[in-house]
């Protein structure tokens, strides 16, 4: 019996000793991931830690991104979540983790012992655009093999390329005192920045324009000055290697197709961009109107007949910027059209009740092919041809 039990615990002994060795040749089976890289976005100034996180951008390969966050020094913790705000020129950190995907492990450099690091081990195949790298190192844990990296970046504004936006030509007969030249433009989404101020002009001599306070006659072109702000953390595009601000315009003609810039610092800072732009528009023809009915002038029965054009507030019988003009100006109440009227009636595209600048915004994004009205038809029928 004794020898019985020596023997058993000769072979526990035995089965102790070459675990290890199965782990290893385990582990030597697993595919060693060698090189990778990334690229990181510049934090905007202006902005706060706490409302964005850092723009990685990784190389394909057998890893996944786990977690990204700023940290407040080099030495921070993943877990902390600072709050700051990004300072035109300044550095920060970023902290990003991958994990290597099952049947892959980080190469091992040479481990690390002290500190919040300890057990890591280095990784030296980790390339940086956009940012420099500061500290990259692996561990193996349980449930995966981790890489964990920590990026400086420094704070800078992004660069607009380019503003496009669509004006709606004021209309014969109109004074420029009644037409409401903010409100003959608009933006589509995504500019990044914001109109500050417009005003009409005409041109007297050769580069020279004064202010515009007549009646505008049609076929005669004037002069729309438009002054743009960039949003936080962003700048427009002033020469240099990333070239100018871009202008595309619907519905005018820029006399130069790129903004006049200026970019400054603020008392804190903080980049300050602003640009200028003067576009010429061609005044058109008032739509016509109709004595006995002068709030639908061509087609007084349009709620009666079955497939009504949503967003042809003038009924001519197609959806243009004039359109959207009149339904803006029924917004801002320069137009007093009634809520019983059928001009209201077909303007009302998003049937809530209510003609604001939001139906304005898409009667003019289908003038320029953004939006389909039979959308708002198909809405319409779907309602049992009843408005909100």
């Known amino acids: 019996m004794k020898k019985k039990r020596l023997s058993l615990a000769l072979v526990f002994v035995m089965l102790v000793a070459l675990l290890p060795m199965g782990i290893r040749s385990v582990r030597a089976a697993e595919t060693e991931i060698t090189a990778l890289s990334l690229s990181i976005a510049s934090p905007r100034p202006g902005l706060h830690s706490v409302e964005v996180q850092p723009e990685v951008t990784l190389s394909e390969g057998p890893y996944t991104l786990v977690a990204c966050s700023w940290l407040e020094d080099l030495h921070g913790y993943s877990s902390q979540t600072p709050d700051f705000t990004f300072r035109f020129g300044e550095t920060y950190y970023a902290y990003v983790l991958l994990r290597a995907a099952e049947g892959y492990v980080f190469r091992k450099g040479e481990t690390i012992y002290s500190g919040v690091d300890e057990g890591y081990a280095h990784f030296d195949g980790c390339a940086v655009t956009g940012g420099e790298l ?61 109109l500050t101020d417009a005003g009409w ?22 002069y729309l000055a438009l002054d743009f702000a960039a949003d936080t953390g962003y700048m427009f595009n002033q020469g240099g290697p990333n070239g100018y601000t ?20 603020d008392e804190e800072g903080n980049p300050l961009s602003i640009g200028n732009v003067l576009v010429a528009v061609t005044a058109v023809k ?17 709620p009666d007949i079955p497939d009504p054009l949503f967003g042809d507030v003038d009924f001519d019988g197609a959806v243009t910027a004039s359109d959207a003009r009149l339904a803006l100006r029924r917004a801002v109440e ?47 029928k779907a309602r049992g041809n009843q408005m909100t």
């Open 134 to 194: 500061a500290f990259a190192a692996s561990k193996t844990y349980q449930d995966g093999d981790y890489l964990r990296l920590k990026i400086s970046v420094r704070s800078f504004p992004t660069g607009i390329g380019e503003v496009a936006f669509t004006i709606a030509p004021p209309q014969d007969g109109q004074t420029a005192a009644e037409t409401d030249a903010m409100g003959s433009v608009t933006f589509p989404d995504g500019q990044h920045c914001r």
């Open 201 to 222: 002009y005409q041109k007297v001599f050769d580069d020279l324009y004064e202010r515009f306070e007549g009646t505008f006659a049609e076929g005669e072109t004037y």
């Open 246 to 265: 871009g202008v595309r315009v619907t519905g005018g003609e820029p006399i130069y197709d790129f903004l006049s810039v200026t970019n400054m610092m």
């Open 286 to 302: 008032a739509p016509a109107e109709d004595p006995d009915n002068p709030d639908n002038p061509d087609n007084p029965d349009v």
């Open 334 to 380: 320069l137009e007093d059209y009634a809520e019983d009227s059928d001009a209201f009636f077909v303007s009302d595209v998003d049937f809530d009740g209510k003609v604001t600048a939001s139906d304005a915004r898409a009667i003019l994004r289908a003038a320029v092919g953004l939006e389909d009205p039979a959308d708002w038809l198909a809405v319409y």
